[in-house]
């Protein structure tokens, strides 16, 4: 089975939102994937992105192959030059883990202030 990374159209009509998604490559754009790796949605300025980076790598290593759009949101990401680079998986997920334990710091703080 061939895996893909790429866009899977979602909201309304007008009204583009895309998941990134690992999908078999015979199944049809908006149809069956495998796992969810993040979202993208173009409408914002500036585009709003939010990559799983540990899972892009992880497909990445596995085989996958992006597409010309999601291999553009994945450098944006930084989980394109993690892959290039060889840095592991366990590493993105605990500098994941260490910016959202920060990010939950500072909304604390800013609650309490």
Do not use: C, H
Not at 56 to 62: G, K, P, Q, S
């Amino acid at each position: 089975m061939a895996v893909r990374l790429r866009l899977m159209r979602m909201g309304k009509k007008k009204q583009p939102v895309y998941r990134v998604v690992a999908a078999d490559t015979r199944s049809p754009r908006d149809g069956r994937f495998i796992q969810i790796v993040g979202t993208y949605n173009p409408r914002t300025e500036p585009s709003l992105i939010n990559i799983d980076n540990a899972k892009a790598v992880r497909w990445l290593r596995e085989g996958a192959q992006p597409s010309e759009r999601v291999q553009k949101i994945l450098e944006l990401s930084g989980a394109w030059s993690a892959f290039k680079d060889g840095t592991s998986v366990e590493d993105l997920e605990a500098a994941a883990a260490k910016a959202a334990e920060a990010e939950a710091v500072e909304t604390a703080e800013a609650v309490d202030a």
